[in-house]
């Protein structure tokens, strides 16, 4: 007996954690224990109970002077709840709800009762404080610029600002009153404990790195600080956060610095979620890696995710395209030459691998790597070492390899034009990027996220697109998938000189409705407005960074002979 008793009272450590008390009483109706909680509402110390008959003590300010206890044995109740309202030893009044269970013991004899009761009037005292006797604290709060929200004890949200809401995406009618994990993730997370933490002790604390979530389930950064709220007693009655949002932090690093991280990966649909859960696994490993998916769909970002999430971040990553150089120079390029290689070979030149040394080479299009490079790129992967170009001796080099190609390779294997044992090689860890017309839910957040990224680095004040032009943009197909889509909201962006993108905002092409897909082949009017927004958009860049030309090629992520090309391409000079 006394064994299911002491089960049943450590119960009362477990709902500490919710502010809820918790009172065991024994079959002669005499009080085993008291959990803190319990101490607190009823005002009593568990030392000063235990042992003494409840009805005695407690039977008219708890119990209403029935003894809801005997009530449910004899009447065959499992449990019973009530609430009602009690005044304390300072005549202070509290909104008390209370369950009584009885605990039987394995012969269905009584062995007495669990009651479990919680005070709501410090909550109802806060929620109203907030809600209406302080009008002007409400109004101070819902105009701050960083997110605040405030908690019970058990952790209910009891108040959302307007801040909260734009970070979130959730409105304050749907969390109020609903736990505070929907926002900061599960009981478990490190904020959420943090914030647990601090409505135990009353100690502040901050989260330097946190994460909260959206309404549409993304994950995004976040600081915030979280400090206990205490009633004119000095009881601790609940919690406060305050949030900034560090999305635009990390967006421009990523778009400036390159330097993309688990945040830049943004999508809920099944097919791309299946790739971020195994995203950081493959990242902590040094294994070859394939990513196949159609042109435009994020495989560049997804390589630097990798990249910057493994071991190798601090050392460089190296991109080759496969599909860029002529084949008489992507041999020289990708593994370097000796002096007197070839007419001009005046100096020793290292190739991209030995650039690479310690951290990642990317091999873009690797479908159109050569037949004659790839037995070469196949010693690589096997022995790490290659011959420089004109060279007798072999070059170490220690590598991390991944390829990526929008050309299904096991086709191009069946029809020998990509060996069948170099593709074995390639293809240890491999990762299927969906075209974005397979993953339309995922749209409304890629445009949150691409808008706030272009925001950061552009220093605009662009808050979101009209009805109007969602519609347009979320029934069009993208044949250039998330690239294209970028492309639109750059052109919207330079196009717009108001704080709501509009559906004039966007391409002409897209204006008119939809545009009938046209034969791969064709030139599609579309591209001229591609064209037109590339030329634009390097021109504010020129302007933006002075005519620094390497800054520039940095803050577009392609190199200064790629800006130089594009530059001469569109006429374009200082």
Known sequence: MDDILLKYRQLGDIFDTFSMGVMIVGSDRKIISLNHSAEIITGYNESDLRGKYCQHILLDPLCGGECQYLTAVESGRQAGSEGFEISDQSDEKHSITRIVSPIYGPDKTPLGCIEVFQDHSVFKDLLERVRHDDRRLKIILDNLDIGVLTVDRGGHITFFNNRVETITGFNRGDVLGKSCSMIFGNASSHDMLLFNETIADGQARSSTEGEIKTREGQVIPMRANYMALKNEDGRIVGGLATIADLSLKYQ????????????????????????FEIVP????????????GPTGTGKDVLVKVIHNAGQRSKKPLVKVNCAALPDNLLESEMFGYVKGAFTGAETDKPGRFQEADGGTIFLDEIGDLPLSLQAKLLRVLEDKEFYPLGSRKTTQVDVRIISATNQNLERLVSEKRFREDLFYRLNVMRLDLPPLKDRR???????????????ATRDTMVEKFSNNAMEVLLNYDYPGNVRELQNIIEHALIVCQDKIIERNHLPLSLQGGMPVPLPTEEKRPFDKEIEFSEKTIILDRLQKFNWNKGKTAAALDINRTTLWRKMKKYNISY
């Open 281 to 292: 696994v493959v990242a902590s490993s040094d294994a070859t890696i394939l990513i196949e």
């Open 252 to 275: 421009f690093n990523s778009e400036i610095k390159g330097r993309y991280t688990f945040y830049d990966m943004v999508g809920k649909d099944p097919a791309i979620v299946k790739i």
């Open 441 to 455: 839910g995922d749209i409304p957040l890629l445009i949150s996220h691409i808008l706030k990224r272009l925001c």
